[in-house]
């Protein structure tokens, strides 16, 4: 196959496809189907397995589609498992895709993300536009969070959904234009290698969410920059193990939240703030509960 970008010009540099595994055996072989058709070239699809009960049959799925797979060991997290997944590809992969595996990339995706990618060498990263099942488009490139948003969107996110903070951190408005984000959901979401490795992965601090979040703004921190592109599609089905455990990950992901927020503005005259975000973050997730 061509090593060329779709657009003509020089060479593109290689890129991977890494996925994890928990109780996705709905959802994987849909994954792994769409991932042929993202590139026109050769590209290796790595499978990091985070659940041991079911290694087996995700084995078989993942071989079946030509796709390599890592077995964990146990349930270290999103971030962990992809860490493993990317310390096992070959040094000369430029790019790496990292998705969930209840995304469908559509035709030409990988390659519309890698061709923006090669633009500018300041890029560290680049997301598609991702949609909903029903064809909504998700807020994927949002702002990197304030304090200040950070309470606002904690507070009034679940009584007054049109509230300015939740407004600024989601960064709603045209999602057809290519722009700057301060971070991109790590639901997919395409990284340079090499960036990748220098910050040390994913903080493996966060068992889920906010580890993308953490990404970005490190990213941004080395002066790079994290672009969306909305010409590259993906769609986010959802499955499995997105649903039956919401409280246990409603908790985690306000926990996460606290400690990015609460890590970033770290001084200890910041420590009245820090209370109140904790506060408002659980007053929240209360709430979400009770709904």
Same mark, same amino acid.
């Given at each position: 196959?061509?090593?060329?970008?779709?657009?003509?010009?020089?060479?593109?540099?290689?890129?991977?496809?890494?996925?994890? @595994?928990?109780?996705?055996?709905?959802?994987?072989?849909?994954?792994?189907?769409?991932?042929?058709?993202?590139?026109?070239?050769?590209?290796?699809?790595?499978?990091?397995?985070?659940?041991?009960?079911?290694?087996?049959?995700?084995?078989?799925?993942?071989?079946?589609?030509?796709?390599?797979?890592?077995?964990?060991?146990?349930?270290? +997290?999103?971030?962990?498992?992809?860490?493993?997944?990317?310390?096992?590809?070959?040094?000369?992969?430029?790019?790496?895709? $990292?998705?969930?595996?209840? $995304?469908?990339?559509?035709?030409?995706?990988?390659?519309?993300?890698?061709?923006?990618?090669?633009?500018?060498?300041?890029?560290?990263?680049?997301?598609?536009?991702?949609?909903?099942?029903?064809?909504?488009?998700?807020? @994927?490139?949002?702002?990197?969070?304030?304090?200040?948003?950070?309470?606002?969107?904690?507070?009034?996110?679940?009584?007054?959904?049109?509230?300015?903070?939740?407004?600024?951190?989601?960064?709603?408005?045209?999602?057809?234009?290519?722009?700057?984000?301060?971070?991109?959901?790590?639901?997919?979401?395409?990284?340079?290698?090499?960036?990748?490795?220098?910050?040390?992965?994913?903080?493996?601090?966060?068992?889920?969410?906010?580890?993308?979040?953490?990404?970005?703004?490190?990213? +941004?921190?080395?002066?790079?920059?994290?672009?969306?592109?909305?010409?590259?599609?993906?769609?986010?089905?959802?499955?499995?193990?997105?649903?039956?455990?919401?409280?246990?990950?409603?908790?985690?992901?306000?926990?996460?939240?606290?400690?990015?927020?609460?890590?970033?503005?770290?001084?200890?005259?910041?420590?009245?703030?820090?209370?109140?975000?904790?506060?408002?973050?659980?007053?929240?997730?209360?709430?979400?509960?009770?709904?």
């Amino acid at each position: 196959m061509s090593d060329r970008t779709p657009h003509g010009g020089a060479p593109a540099g290689r890129a991977a496809i890494v996925t994890v @595994s928990y109780e996705s055996g709905d959802v994987l072989p849909a994954f792994l189907a769409s991932t042929a058709a993202a590139s026109t070239r050769d590209v290796e699809v790595v499978v990091a397995d985070n659940d041991s009960s079911t290694a087996d049959a995700l084995r078989r799925v993942t071989e079946s589609a030509g796709a390599r797979f890592v077995a964990v060991g146990a349930n270290l +997290g999103y971030g962990a498992a992809v860490n493993r997944a990317v310390a096992s590809l070959d040094p000369d992969v430029r790019w790496v895709l $990292v998705s969930n595996p209840d $995304v469908v990339l559509a035709p030409g995706a990988l390659d519309r993300l890698v061709a923006t990618a090669e633009t500018d060498r300041a890029i560290g990263a680049v997301g598609p536009r991702l949609l909903e099942p029903d064809g909504a488009v998700y807020p @994927s490139a949002r702002l990197v969070p304030s304090l200040r948003t950070g309470l606002g969107h904690a507070v009034f996110a679940n009584v007054w959904q049109g509230n300015p903070w939740t407004k600024r951190y989601r960064q709603d408005g045209d999602h057809t234009v290519r722009r700057d984000a301060g971070w991109l959901s790590g639901a997919c979401v395409l990284v340079r290698h090499d960036v990748f490795e220098r910050l040390g992965g994913f903080d493996e601090a966060y068992f889920m969410y906010f580890e993308d979040v953490d990404l970005g703004w490190r990213i +941004g921190r080395l002066g790079l920059r994290n672009v969306y592109e909305p010409e590259a599609i993906a769609t986010h089905v959802g499955g499995t193990a997105t649903r039956g455990s919401s409280d246990r990950m409603r908790r985690a992901h306000h926990e996460s939240a606290y400690r990015f927020l609460a890590g970033k503005y770290a001084a200890w005259w910041l420590w009245p703030l820090r209370a109140v975000l904790r506060l408002a973050l659980a007053v929240r997730a209360r709430a979400t509960r009770t709904r």
